[in-house]
């Protein structure tokens, strides 16, 4: 999965396609290198960031969706949002999946809206929002607490008509978790692996990666983020959300090779 941020606040690389012919360039590019997926979105995550808004961010996607379906009709467009009328729009817009870091906790009309659809759902485990969710990062235990969290929100929206293989599973790496719980959490994958569910990890420049290497640059943490999708290969994650697509290609083929 490539990652395409059209925002200007971004933790790596905010405001560099933030205009929407940039921002088709870029996913020309992605698609060339081989990704199997865009990821769009219209609205930073990162610690600290405000929320936008459904009408900014509904803005700043549909001028690059249309321009990607009507030049791409078969290339996967997943769209990174947790509000609902965003995904909306979205999907009738040519969408394929929605990606909601909040699982639905953010706006309860998500659930309802991506059911409709019948389309995949990447629910994540997160706590709190981009403001909150560095305070919220006590677990009794961590994977236990993750897991039994992705069973919760998978539940909720099973009841609400996703369909179960329509479900993938994001651990939420960055999200509510201190840099030592993140590196738990992927020396362990494997006890969120083994469940039915796809799983889809986005380790990519996280502050995590530049704590332990001492890189305050994002764009330099491409070694460090190498060495979290080698685990994830190890793992069997079905599925990885990078920004440097063709170096993280090389990595999963020689580490496939090699678990």
Request: proline share 5%; charged share 25%.
């Amino acid at each position: 999965m490539g990652v395409l941020n059209i925002t200007p606040d971004s933790f790596s690389d905010g405001g560099k396609f933030y205009e929407p012919n940039k921002a088709f360039l870029r996913a020309i590019e992605l698609i060339k290198q081989g990704s199997d997926i865009i990821d769009i979105g219209a609205q930073s995550t990162r610690p600290g960031a405000l929320d936008v808004g459904a009408d900014e961010e509904i803005r700043r996607i549909l001028p690059v969706l249309k321009l990607i379906r009507e030049n791409f009709p078969n290339t996967l467009i997943s769209i990174d949002t947790f509000h609902s009328r965003v995904a909306d729009a979205a999907l009738c817009y040519g969408a394929n999946w929605i990606n909601d870091v909040t699982a639905g906790r953010k706006d309860s009309l998500m659930l309802r809206i991506v059911a409709s659809a019948k389309c995949p759902y990447v629910l994540t485990h997160s706590r709190g929002d981009s403001q909150t969710m560095d305070t919220l990062t006590d677990y009794n235990d961590l994977l236990d607490d993750i897991h039994h969290g992705l069973l919760r929100r998978t539940e909720l929206a099973v009841n609400e008509g996703i369909l179960e293989e329509n479900i993938i599973w994001d651990p939420g790496i960055g999200f509510a978790k201190t840099h030592q719980q993140n590196i738990l959490l992927i020396k362990q994958l494997k006890r969120i692996c083994k469940d039915k569910f796809p799983v889809l990890v986005g380790p990519s420049r996280k502050r995590f990666i530049g704590h332990v290497l001492g890189r305050s640059n994002p764009e330099e943490r491409i070694w460090g983020t190498a060495a979290v999708v080698c685990k994830c290969v190890e793992n069997k994650v079905s599925m990885v959300r990078v920004h440097d697509v063709p170096p993280m290609i090389d990595v999963i083929k020689m580490a496939e090779k090699l678990w």
